[in-house]
């Protein structure tokens, strides 16, 4: 089976535009989750997503939002990015419990 | 939040050495994984183990649930085994809480 995809690898943008990541998850899998990876405040949970509902969501502002859709590819949108957002953007899926994560996509805000 | 620590925070290593990571969690949880996380940012799942002991080459891992504690073995190290190792832990709706890992470096 492919592993978990996510799209782009690399991104540059300035402040206040908006983004959008995509993931794709590994074939079977109904839950994606996204992680934001920076170097002082470590790995966090951002929100979950199963069969197209947002199941449980992380302590991260509105600007952070994200859908599933029916094949369960995934996309979380960053509007009005501040530099701060600049992080590795991690998506797991899972099929039970066991987590499977993508490569990630690495936001750089200037 | 559940939260995790991790030790030692740095470890270096000659090559052929062992090694033992620990993760402590300060509730219970209904799952528990190993990741190393590669140079280019891919966390690779090492062990999903939520209790019990599992083995896997010169890697094993064992969880102590009711003690809320998790320890990852590296025997006879190499060089490709340096990078960052994380535990995360869940407890529900599959939301991770990750520890903030352990940096392991291993010198030929």
């Known amino acids: 089976k492919a592993g978990v995809t996510q799209t782009p690898r690399y991104l540059i943008k300035t402040r206040g535009q908006q983004v959008t990541l995509s993931c794709s998850p590994i074939?079977?899998?109904?839950?994606v989750s996204w992680y934001q990876q920076t170097p002082g405040q470590g790995l966090q949970f951002l929100f979950e997503y199963f069969s197209e509902t947002q199941r449980n969501k992380g302590n991260f502002p509105g600007r952070f939002s994200g859908r599933q859709f029916s094949n369960s590819r995934s996309e979380m949108n960053v509007s009005t990015l501040e530099l701060g957002d600049s992080a590795l953007y991690l998506c797991?899926?899972?099929?039970?419990?066991?987590?499977?994560f993508g490569p990630g996509t690495r936001l750089t805000v200037l | 939040g559940i939260q995790v620590e991790q030790s030692p925070p740095d470890l270096i290593l000659q090559e052929g050495a062992n090694s033992t990571l620990r993760c402590n969690f300060s509730?219970?949880?209904?799952?528990l994984q190993w990741f190393h996380q590669n140079p280019w940012g891919q966390l690779i799942n090492l062990f999903y183990i939520p209790s019990g002991t599992k083995q896997n080459g010169r890697l094993s891992a064992t969880t102590v649930a009711t003690e809320r504690y998790s320890l990852l073995y590296i025997s006879s190290s190499q060089t490709t085994d340096s990078g960052v190792y994380f535990c995360?832990?869940?407890?529900?709706?599959?939301?991770?809480?990750f520890g903030t890992g352990t940096s392991l470096t291993v010198i030929p």
């Open positions: 509730d219970s949880v209904n799952n």
């Open positions: 995360a832990v869940e407890q529900t709706g599959n939301q991770f809480y």
């Open positions: 074939s079977g899998h109904r839950s």
């Open positions: 797991a899926s899972s099929q039970d419990r066991e987590q499977f």
